[in-house]
């Protein structure tokens, strides 16, 4: 049987330490023998890589933000994660939705219904049954608190328009993804990400396996 597509998203505060931990999953399929698509959000397609520029970069209100992210996840769902997953890879994906929740719906106090709105809007697709949107199979959310995160920061690259933000955004950010961890348990994965980094692999690991992804 033709393996089915699978969907699998990362979240978590900046210094969170997701990064290896994609990549290292991403070999694990492939050993397996399945196709691996790496994407991330923003970005993940030409067009969804300027507005990531441009959402990173620039100043601008909340709601711009927002209607940013989310066009460049609907061409990115479009020209990318749809495709994929139709041809049956796995498709790893460094921040999704939740990110904006968290970002713009908790951090920068946007309204989160009005988010809501926008991910039915984007994340219904032709194909996807009525009322069904494209959400991850699985988000493995890698918990940390605001603190430790921003000690893991300290002397690392210049940091961007988010990474600058002050430890009271990444409190709320935290509060955000809790509350997105809360309201989806099933899809939700919670790592212990102040744990030492092969505790943290290993629970990425379990996490996968437990849901007969890989052996
Ligand atoms: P990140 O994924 O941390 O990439 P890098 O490791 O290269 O810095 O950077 C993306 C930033 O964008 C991160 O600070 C979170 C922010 N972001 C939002 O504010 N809203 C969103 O919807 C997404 C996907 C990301």
Redesign the pocket.
């Known amino acids: 049987m033709a393996n089915s597509g699978v969907f699998i998203s990362f979240e978590g505060i900046?210094g969170a330490g997701k990064?290896t931990h994609i990549e290292g999953l991403a070999e694990a399929f492939r050993a397996q023998g399945r196709v691996v698509t790496l994407t991330?959000?923003?970005g993940g397609t030409p067009l969804a890589e300027k507005l990531r520029a441009i959402?990173?970069n620039d100043t601008m209100d909340a709601m711009t933000?927002a209607l940013l992210?989310f066009a460049a996840r609907r061409d990115h769902l479009q020209q990318c994660i749809e495709p994929a997953l139709a041809r049956g890879e796995v498709v790893l994906c460094?921040?999704?939705t939740d990110?904006?929740f968290a970002?713009?719906g908790y951090g920068r106090g946007f309204d989160r219904q009005v988010l809501s709105v926008l991910e039915r809007w984007v994340q219904a697709l032709p194909g996807l049954p009525e009322q069904a949107l494209r959400q991850p199979d699985l988000t493995i959310w890698f918990d940390l608190n605001a603190e430790l995160a921003a000690r893991r920061l300290v002397g690392a690259r210049h940091p961007?328009k988010?990474?600058a933000q002050p430890l009271e955004f990444f409190r709320r950010v935290v509060a955000g993804y809790a509350a997105r961890a809360a309201e989806f348990p099933k899809r939700f994965a919670r790592i212990d990400a102040a744990a030492s980094r092969e505790a943290v692999w290993q629970d990425v690991l379990d996490a996968v396996k437990s849901r007969g992804w890989l052996a």
């Open positions: 900046d990064s991330r959000e923003p959402v990173l933000e992210v460094d921040r999704f990110a904006t970002y713009q961007d988010f990474e």
